[in-house]
């Protein structure tokens, strides 16, 4: 078994890292940490468990460290980020100077030349910039991204159109109330509502799509030159978060090409991987959000609504926001990063 | 005062008519309209009423009346028609052959080519087709239709938008369950859910705007060129349809430009048009359903978050469902009859 | 294994019978049943699947019969009914006189002297009512039911403080719109909305209470004779009833008293029964539906909220009222029956 | 015009404040206070207007002031106090020792025996503590509360109903998320959920419903003795607190005469006095909070599902909270302190 930690393991993210890992075939939770006002107490007291299964037994009396490099014993092998991005562009970097190597789902350094953002089935290769990061900043650990929840819904697709030729995508995105955090969205804003932007979203769809499509030279990753302009959206719902994509393409595929482009993504030999990675669903009111968001343990991308426009096609895509979109995430560029053995 | 009906008088729509006609200054409702089995009854029995203020005690002693041209007074100057589209299909030419004229909600003959569907301040000089309709159809009524409520909430932005060039729309819609009728969405479907199909509304949405943005030659309408793909979903709220809207421009407009055209959008001197059409916003996470549908008395459009792409704009717009895209739509047409002659 | 069947499996309790006995350790299942317009599909084709778990496979393709005696095989061992209340009044005399045991969850007959109402844990030895119902009705088969969704919720922790003199009972319950099956609730109905009525319910609530906590002679059920008095409302949840009860009680336990007696609980030695059968909160916001529907599969009540009054004690408790509220309150009929040697 | 102020303008239940004095018939707003860190902006910009109605021109402009006696000029005749109850136990007392007259929805000091607590149909005579209260505590000013949203919306039913001898009272509330403020309630905790508890909640029921109905007599309130039993929930709607109320009574009334003293309770000539008080439904289904919390504008209880039990009567009742329950309370106690004379 390999020894982890998660890196503010008692927010909402964090939790879920907390449940993911509680049964991991390969991995061994130690460590959780959390701001210095809960150091000290068991994680049962000072995490205020918001999922709907019961606090894992084996976690809920370790004790919650802070988040500090001294605080997390050297022989942890991986530890996984749940913080804020303000936090995380603090503390990791000083992590990775102390020689840890930390997959993070925090939104500090996406977009950084030589911090890698992966999608394992997507762009595994990416992994190769790690080399780069350490010449450049003289770490023995390293940092490794996944991006962000609406992004990663969308990308395993575009990835499986790219053969069709991928010129420009508008998408627009039904984003679930937990992508925010526990208390991110009050009950007041969302009931009976809808708010049509989400913070910074947009752009980070946008870039982070073109950096993950890009290609590794071995000595930076070449954006993809397909543009990407998004709407965000946050609804009423808990988890998952749906989105409506418009690709123009240089080929024209019928509604079967793209079904069975998308049935034959690639998919990994991890434990978190699901197969198949992408689930398409021919009745057009498919997926959905409460009804599909666990294909896969969570980790599946659906698809479906598969339409032909004038200058291309359009679907439907969705995933679970925090497992895929998060936790889920982290987890499998860990399992990745421990397979291609960099830690 | 003018005397009008309401065909379809107990449904969803149909108690919104009656709501929005209880204080109407020019138009007096004597006649409420439902299927056979209600008949006789009172309305205030006859409708199961959902609306949060009371039964207009004007209209709730009414004697519901069958759906036929015999059980309409000859002197009711206007019907309104909140039928179902079988059901309009069935009724409306019967009582436009028998000299009444209809401004009906209801989707059947929408793309007839002697119909004229009609935003008020959009495309008031489509009503010509008034009198090719009685040439053709031998009828001393008319018939005039509103749009769908989904293109009726992006119709009076790409109006305004008509002066930089529209060659092509994508969007995306998120609907409130109050469109399918009262019992048109389940909870059980919707509550933590969004479905991303509504049968028919994405060809509705891309041939009736282009049929309302067209030019009327006197003997025809000649549908606009530009190219609209939708993509259709319901949320979870009740009223107010949110919609994502991206558009292909020739010319380049900055965001303040596209907000002057939206507030330069004309408007007209009827009774139930508001002032200003458009209500544009700048805070970006604005215009929200629950906050917004209301503006203008449920009549105006709302738009904001307007951007800039490399290909043109994009923005967001909402109005209320039942108001300005159905029963208030409808109630426009008719003071436009009235005020232009028809009736 | 034993052979079972599911009458009326394609609805909203039906289908979950369909998940719970999918991967049952004792039952199998090779008979599902529909109205007649279904009979002769595929199971896949005729259910409109709306649970978050797919289809189970060994089910998919099972051809659906009509629910009538002649259509289900003679080595049936065992019946699960999920029909409406009038259907089930109409074919399950018919099915236990063709020599079947129902398990059923239909409200017909639940008030009837001689069938046995039975929530294991709670008064097992009820099921000697089927001598009593073969004598009388001259069958082979029997007839058992189970509660209603609220009332089962409540009556184990009644039955738990029986020990202090139940004397009277007043509940409030807020129940998820599941109970009311898939279309049951509209969402215009629910959405920022409660609905202070749910017809039957409150009588339901208040009789079979009584009976279920009532002593068996051995000829008949003396029902119990503490008063319940129940007002029942529809919530917007999904699953899950939550009910607050407040009961006057001839000793004045404490709240550690009341803990107590609902931990010490008696639990069964069955594949469903959960152990243990309630489970009790500290936390005075716990159970929350979300969070705690699922305790014990699904077959837990948890409780709460414990405070002393004046007369008595108030507290809240919960349960997943489609599992251990209907579908599996049948099942672990089924399988006490099985143990008892009943099939 | 009486000049008056609201402390605390800018929350939930200050913006309502602001909303129904913009265009109240005897009130003219001129003073807005709130944190410090908003004085000196406009109330435009210091408030994040959430309700669904513009911001009322005439107050957007008012710069907000700090609240303290300073700040706020002498001759505002009736102070309106929005404040959370820890700021309103340290400011309130030095506004009236100040001179000035504070009307309060805050719950610091509802229980002081020199405090009166009013609801202006039910108590109207427990202003006469006022007298006692300055000569207590050497007061020019004057401190009047109202009592908490979840206890006015029983109060007047209960008062309705002594003349039937109230014996013992049990209620379960089923309360919109407003009442927690605005950001009092996130999404992830009640979005398909229910939380069964409200800090504070249960005990302010049980002893503010036994001061309002008890009597006054010239140096104190004696309480009634009837016992108020509790239980609170948190439910998904937005506003309206909907109540299910069992009372024990000496006499036993049909539900006919339920009816009849609840149209009968004493209405009072006062601007934002409803007429009738209680609005009551023969329809089992009704009140709902979305349809019926707007009755008499916000300011009517509604009541219905009137049945008799063994020992007394169940029903339930609605009111809007944040109207009737607040901010509405609190201005009706203000009309009425000036109609007696003492603003």
Known sequence: MTTVGVLGATGAVGQRFVQLLAGHETFELSVVTASPDSAGETYRDAANWGLDTPVPESIAELPVQPTTPAAIPDDTALLFSALPSDVGAEVEPALCEAGFVVSSNASNERRAGDVPLVVPEVNADHLGLIDVQRDARGWDGALVKNPNCSTITMVP????????????????????????????????EILDNVVPHIGGEERKMETESRKLLGEFTGAEVQHHDAVVSASCNRVPTLDGHLENVFV??????AP???????????????????????????????????LDRMRGDGMAIAAGGIQTTD?????????????????????????????EGWV
Chains 1, 2, 3, 4 share one sequence.
């Open 157 to 188: 697709t575009l990835a499986a159109l790219t053969e069709f030729g991928l010129d420009r995508v508008h998408v627009a995105t039904l984003q679930a109330v937990s992508g925010a955090g526990y208390s991110g969205v009050t009950s007041m």
């Open 256 to 290: 079967a090409d793209v079904a069975a482009a998308f049935e034959d993504a690639p998919t990994l030999d991890l434990p978190s991987a699901p197969d198949p990675l992408i689930e398409t669903f021919t009745a057009p009111e498919r997926p959905q959000p409460r």
């Open 311 to 339: 200058t291309g096609i359009q679907y439907n895509c969705l995933a679970h926001n925090t497992i895929r979109g998060a936790a889920g995430a982290s987890i499998l560029n860990g399992e990745l990063l421990a397979r």
């Open 248 to 253: 123009e393409t240089s080929d024209h595929p």
